[in-house]
T-cell receptor, first 112, second 112 residues
């Protein structure tokens, strides 16, 4: 079946630094990928839709300058959290559209 | 607009007992419906999905779900729960190439 690889699984960074999270579709091409954020004990909230070769579409309230999304190829989308602050600490999950929706294993970001 | 309601935040069942997790959706047309399971700190694993056809859908790990258009429901069932089924369960609705909308999740606890 379709597999989406997300890396890193965990990252701790200092406040003010940037962190890049990668999402790869391993055995299929994904023209569309989605980035979600999940707070503890809560549901997934869509942050943005990443489209290969074009600008991402951000949901209302999501700062596009803070959460940079790049989808340069059909198998890779990246989310960069710029100038991270403790309130950005969260669980980030990507998803790729194939015959359904396949999710990565998530990235636990902790900003100290 | 799409929305998903999972009325039960937390359910506790005994191992070997039957399980039903409720999901109600709101969508203007025939939706694509999904159930995902998430273990702590992990990504989402697809249990089953409904796109069209037979309204009783079989999934992995012995789960099944029934789409009832008249009730706008897509409840998840399992005849006999195993301790390893303890996790968070999310119902989601999607349409076409758009993103998924998730319910708030139901946490399942399995007691011996």
């Amino acid at each position: 079946g379709a597999v989406v690889s997300q890396h890193p699984s965990r990252v701790i960074c200092k406040s003010g630094t940037s962190v890049k999270i990668e999402c790869r579709s391993l055995d299929f091409q994904a023209t569309t990928m989605f980035w979600y954020r999940q707070f503890p004990k809560q549901s997934l909230m869509l942050m943005a839709t990443s489209n290969e070769g074009s600008k991402a579409t951000y949901e209302q309230g999501v700062e596009k300058d803070k959460f940079l999304i790049n989808h340069a190829s059909l198998t890779l989308s990246t989310l960069t959290v710029t100038s991270a602050h403790p309130e950005d600490s969260s669980f980030y999950i990507c998803s790729a559209r194939d015959s359904g929706y396949t999710f990565g294993s998530g990235t636990r970001l902790t900003v100290v | 607009a799409q929305s998903v309601t999972q009325p039960d935040i937390h359910i506790t069942v005994s191992e070997g007992a039957s399980l039903e997790l409720r999901c109600n959706y709101s969508y203007g047309a025939t939706p694509y419906l999904f159930w995902y399971v998430q273990s702590p700190g992990q990504g989402l694993q697809l249990l089953l999905k409904y796109f069209s056809g037979d309204t009783l859908v079989q999934g992995i790990k012995g789960f099944e779900a029934e789409f009832k258009r008249s009730q706008s429901s897509f409840n998840l069932r399992k005849p006999s729960v195993h301790w390893s089924d303890a996790a968070e369960y999310f119902c989601a609705v999607g349409a076409g190439a758009n993103n998924l909308f998730f319910g708030t999740g139901t946490r399942l606890t399995v007691i011996p």
